[in-house]
């Protein structure tokens, strides 16, 4: 199957720099995406990368090596609401049906 | 413009019962994803319905089965539940046009099988 690989849980504290790091399989991969799910939520988009390099959307980056089969998040200046669940997720065919990981638990104290 | 919403949010049943979950997709979105969320697993994915047609089925057994109608609402029935089906129900829509794919998550629903 394809298997999605992502820490389980991290700590950081407030205004630092976190960077949480995901492999998958690369065989008949699409593209990454990235999804951010608070306790007791719905998982909300993000981003989304198809090409190698980074993507920046303010405090949050993503980037993707599309041979090594490796992507990962960086968030900076975090602040305790980025406290969440981070859930790295690959498409492998036409339409909607992507793998997820488990998730990577964020947690951010002061 | 209103978000995905489903129901119910919770529900409760005994081992054998048969559920049904109902998902609304944000007004023209035509695709609308279902994904099973546990704490061991993760997100899951079930199936994918568009234009009223199932696109593509995770590796769930028979049990698990979905529709969708001509308005784009989808629904989901688990027949003869067992307790390892409780989990959070997640229901996500999206264009599915040459997009990014980017899904639109309800808050789910979470199923409690006894």
């Known amino acids: 199957g394809q298997n999605i690989d992502q820490p389980t849980e991290m700590t950081a504290t407030e205004g630092a720099i976190v960077q949480i790091n995901c492999t998958y399989q690369?065989?008949?991969?699409?593209?990454l995406f990235w999804y951010q799910q608070h306790a007791g939520e719905a998982p909300t988009f993000l981003s989304y990368n198809v090409l190698d390099g980074l993507e920046e959307k303010g405090r949050f980056s993503s980037f993707l090596s599309r041979s090594k089969g490796y992507s990962y998040l960086l968030l900076k200046e975090l602040q305790m609401k980025d406290s969440a669940s981070y859930l790295c997720a690959a498409g492998y065919q036409a339409g909607t049906a992507l793998i997820f990981g488990k998730g990577t638990t964020l947690s951010v104290s002061s | 413009k209103a978000g995905v919403t489903q129901t119910p949010r919770y529900l409760i049943k005994t081992r054998g019962q048969q559920v049904t979950l109902s998902c609304s997709p944000i007004s023209g979105h035509r695709s609308v994803s279902w994904y099973q969320q546990t704490p061991g697993q993760g997100l899951q994915f079930l199936f994918e319905y568009f234009s009223e047609t199932q696109r593509n089925k995770g590796n769930f057994p028979g049990r698990f089965s979905g529709r969708q109608f001509s308005n784009s609402r989808s629904e989901m029935n688990v027949s003869t539940l067992e307790l390892g089906d409780s989990a959070l129900y997640l229901c996500?829509?999206?264009?599915?046009?040459?997009?990014?794919?980017?899904?639109?998550f309800g808050e789910g629903s979470r199923l409690t099988v006894l």
């Open positions: 996500a829509s999206s264009l599915a046009g040459e997009d990014t794919g980017e899904l639109f």
């Open positions: 690369t065989s008949g991969f699409n593209g």
